[in-house]
């Protein structure tokens, strides 16, 4: 028979109840210790992890501001014009161009109250316009301002894609407008990424630090 590990719950000291309370152990049925016992386990490594990378964030990014410091240095100018504090975006590679690391502003966007008006306006549009409008189009105009299920919230991205789009109407431009007022940046930060690849001639991929996707 196969020798396979198992872990035994200790029945010495106690454990505390929802209600605040210490609970002698060896009363404690063997399941619930059990499950007591793994949870603080692996709560224990995630909080050692999400500190080890806590500690690496940092670390990366002040290799961030020394190569920016550094890089300005050897041209003898100022760091982007503007407080020395501050980073900026780029983009830089090894030699073989085998690795790579970016580094890139993300804006986070909600949509405001005039899509109340960017929605009537495209309503009207495409009541007015019968024929000559691809169904597809007429689905895609339709789609954007539908909303979520789970959320209620209509999609920015969905928002986005109509702004390319031209249709021959007077209304339409004043719709394009209330379509961009739409669209808000409510915050935005730095993001690093970093990319490898086997041959330079290779699509790059990301190097994945996220939990769920290693």
Same mark, same amino acid.
């Given at each position: 028979?196969?020798?396979?590990?198992?872990?035994?719950?200790?029945?010495?000291?106690?454990?505390?109840?929802?209600?605040?309370?210490?609970?002698?152990?060896?009363?404690?049925?063997?399941?619930?210790?059990?499950?007591?016992?793994?949870t603080n386990k692996l709560v224990d490594a995630a909080? #050692?992890?999400?500190? $080890?990378?806590?500690?690496?964030? /940092?670390?990366?990014?002040?290799?961030? %501001?020394?190569?920016? @410091?550094? !890089?300005?240095?050897?041209?003898?100018?100022?760091?982007?014009?503007?407080?020395?504090?501050?980073?900026?975006?780029?983009?830089?590679?090894?030699?073989?161009?085998?690795?790579?690391?970016?580094?890139?502003?993300?804006?986070?966007?909600?949509?405001?109250?005039?899509?109340? #008006?960017?929605?009537? $306006?495209?309503?009207?549009?495409? /009541?007015?316009?019968?024929?000559?409008? %691809?169904?597809?189009? @007429?689905? !895609?105009?339709?789609?954007?301002?539908?909303?979520?299920?789970?959320?209620?919230?209509?999609?920015?991205?969905?928002?986005?894609?109509?702004?390319?789009?031209?249709?021959?109407?007077?209304?339409?431009?004043?719709?394009?407008?209330?379509?961009?007022?739409?669209?808000?940046?409510?915050?935005?930060? $730095?993001?690093?990424?970093?990319? /490898?690849?086997?041959?330079?001639?290779?699509?790059?991929?990301?190097?994945? !630090?996220?939990?769920?996707?290693?």
């Open positions: 028979m196969e020798n396979v590990e198992i872990f035994i719950p200790s029945r010495a000291g106690t454990v505390m109840t929802p209600g605040g309370t210490e609970y002698p152990r060896e009363v404690v049925q063997g399941p619930i210790l059990l499950a007591n016992d793994f909080q #050692a992890l999400h500190d $080890l990378m806590l500690g690496q964030k /940092e670390e990366m990014w002040s290799m961030i %501001d020394l190569y920016q @410091r550094s !890089l300005m240095a050897i041209y003898n100018a100022q760091r982007f014009g503007r407080a020395s504090g501050d980073r900026g975006t780029m983009t830089i590679t090894t030699m073989d161009q085998l690795r790579k690391v970016t580094v890139t502003t993300a804006k986070y966007e909600s949509v405001t109250g005039s899509v109340m #008006a960017a929605q009537a $306006l495209v309503n009207q549009v495409l /009541e007015d316009i019968t024929v000559g409008v %691809d169904p597809g189009l @007429r689905a !895609l105009l339709n789609n954007a301002f539908v909303r979520d299920e789970k959320t209620g919230n209509i999609s920015v991205e969905k928002l986005k894609g109509l702004k390319g789009i031209k249709l021959d109407h007077p209304l339409w431009p004043d719709a394009q407008m209330a379509i961009e007022d739409s669209i808000q940046t409510i915050g935005s930060r $730095l993001q690093i990424r970093f990319y /490898e690849r086997q041959k330079s001639d290779l699509e790059w991929k990301q190097i994945p !630090l996220q939990f769920s996707a290693l």
